[in-house]
């Protein structure tokens, strides 16, 4: 079966960093992607990751291992603006099925 | 931001009743997603569209059908809703940039079935 893996939950102080780590087992790996939600809104996208290794956008970077069906969202200089939910989703065959975790839900205290 | 809208935002309905949902893009892109979030689960695939009148089943189908025939329509159809398909449904299109294939929700319809 497809399945991904989060936790469900992390909270941290702002000006930390804090890493959403997301496993996964899919019938087919295109890329890794991420995703941020706010409360009421719609999943937006962070970062991707096709090859293994550390991408980095801003604040935020993204790592993937393939071997290890594995990948991490890395978010630096946390804001209380970052408080949300994250979402991990692999492409398993292009463009025609993208599989989501269940998402990490994210709080950052002042 | 790319232009993708859909209605209604918002519907509550009995059981039994069918419901149509509405996504409308104006990027011209060929595919087109419908997802349903359900709190724990996170974003599931309902049906996929790879262009006019070429849809496919995804992972949570079952009682839902779609139809696309225009670029940039896709409308989600419940022919006969159920209390279990009360969820936020979401659209999205994909756009391949710098090699990444990127989703692009729209706002989301919250249905309530009841």
């Known amino acids: 079966g497809q399945s991904l893996e989060q936790p469900s939950e992390v909270t941290a102080v702002e000006g930390a960093i804090v890493q959403i780590n997301c496993t996964y087992q899919?019938?087919?790996?295109?890329?890794l992607s991420w995703y941020q939600q706010h409360d009421g809104g719609a999943p937006t996208f962070l970062s991707y990751?096709?090859?293994?290794g550390l991408e980095e956008t801003g604040r935020f970077s993204s790592f993937l291992s393939r071997s290890d069906s594995y990948g991490y969202l890395l978010l630096q200089e946390l804001q209380m603006k970052d408080s949300a939910s994250y979402f991990c989703?692999?492409?398993?065959?292009?463009?025609?099925?993208?599989?989501f975790g269940p998402g990490t839900r994210l709080s950052v205290l002042p | 931001d790319a232009g993708i809208t859909q209605s209604p935002r918002h519907k509550v309905t009995e059981t039994g009743t069918p419901v149509t949902l509405r996504c409308h893009q104006t990027?011209?892109?060929?595919?087109m997603y419908w997802y349903r979030q359900d709190p724990g689960h996170g974003l599931r695939l309902i049906h996929y569209?790879?262009?006019?009148?070429?849809?496919d089943k995804g992972e949570v189908s079952d009682g839902y059908s779609v139809s696309r025939s225009k670029t940039e329509d896709f409308l989600l159809t419940l022919e006969s809703a159920t209390s279990s398909q009360t969820s936020v449904y979401f659209c999205?299109?994909?756009?391949?940039?710098?090699?990444?294939?990127?989703?692009?929700f729209g706002a989301g319809s919250r249905l309530t079935v009841l």
């Open positions: 569209s790879y262009g006019v009148k070429d849809t």
């Open positions: 990751n096709a090859l293994d």
């Open positions: 899919t019938s087919g790996f295109y890329g």
């Open positions: 989703a692999v492409e398993d065959n292009y463009g025609q099925n993208f599989v």
């Open positions: 990027e011209n892109h060929r595919y």
């Open positions: 999205a299109i994909s756009d391949t940039g710098a090699g990444a294939n990127v989703l692009t």
